[in-house]
């Protein structure tokens, strides 16, 4: 019988996980590492090189070898992404214990009656729209590329993507919930993109933490491919939850890094 609800906690270190058995927790980047005795890396989780997999993408794909693992290998009604330090909660929201106030598929089940495709909360920028907050923090010719492949593979995205890069919010992340078709729409339209992307950026210079272009760039086209199924009618507005999430973030230092990236033209380089 099929899964109602499988989501993949993506994590590249062995850690708390929820004990709700609708999460699979997935390292992901897990192909050809070892440890300290030089045998594979193993946590007791998952691994993402299993199955069809991208794993050894990992390097430019970050989490998002984790979305293509359970696309390819998962089959349930709806799929899911979080992070290991970032989940969707529950009811009972508790600051001191992230992992402990994670949603549970009882939470989670009445409300799959209404709702197509689950989102983080937006995330709010103010003074800077998703194309000016990713070029001053990252490098803004991604998205050029980006545009110039939609206008060749896909010119019916245009206008979505357009409307979504003048924004000054988003659905950031990479953190979802779909139904499993919208999934397997997603996926298969996102990494015809990033694949080209890939092979379009010449990463050999670039750090560990630039070098993962491809997970940046699928949290803002996340939202373009949502605007072409809102334009659609595929996906009405009603049919798209915003759930609360909570993370563990460093706010002192992301906020310092927003600013310096917006007035100081300082690029971000790491995470917070």
């Known amino acids: 019988m099929k899964e109602k609800v499988k989501i993949v906690v993506a994590t590249h270190k062995k850690y708390q996980m929820p004990e709700d058995k609708m999460y699979i927790p997935l390292h992901v ?15 007791d989780y998952v691994k993402d090189d299993s199955g069809q997999n991208i794993s050894s993408l990992n390097y430019r794909f970050g989490t998002q ?4 693992w359970i696309w390819k290998n998962v089959d349930s009604e709806y799929k899911g992404l979080v992070h290991y330090r970032r989940h969707f909660v529950g009811k009972h929201p508790n600051k001191k214990d992230i992992v ?3 949603i549970t598929f009882e939470e989670l089940r009445p409300l799959l009656k209404k709702y197509k495709v689950f989102t983080p909360k937006k995330r709010h920028y103010y003074i800077e729209s998703l194309d ?5 923090t990252h490098d803004g010719s991604h998205f050029r ?3 110039d492949i939609i206008q060749k593979d896909c010119p019916e995205y245009l206008h979505a993507f357009d409307t979504v890069m003048k924004r000054t919010w988003g659905y950031m992340f990479n953190m979802m919930i779909m139904k499993n078709e919208l999934m397997d729409d997603y996926c298969s339209w996102l990494f015809n993109i990033l694949f080209q992307v890939a092979g379009s950026i010449d990463a050999n210079t670039l750090s560990d933490f630039d070098s993962r272009f491809c ?4 949290e803002i086209l996340f939202d373009v491919w949502l605007e072409k199924k809102v334009e659609d009618s595929i996906v009405k507005k009603d049919e798209i939850k915003e759930l609360p999430y909570m993370e563990q973030v460093n706010w002192i230092f992301k906020i310092k890094a927003f600013l310096a990236a ?3 033209k300082q690029k971000y380089g790491k995470s917070s």
């Open 65 to 68: 070898t984790g979305l293509y």
């Open 29 to 43: 980047g897990a192909a050809a590492k070892l440890d300290n005795d030089g045998n594979p890396l193993d946590f």
């Open 145 to 147: 590329i980006v545009r």
């Open 132 to 136: 000016s907050h990713y070029a001053h």
């Open 215 to 218: 997970g940046r760039i699928s």
């Open 262 to 264: 917006k007035f100081l």
């Open 100 to 102: 402990g106030s994670a």
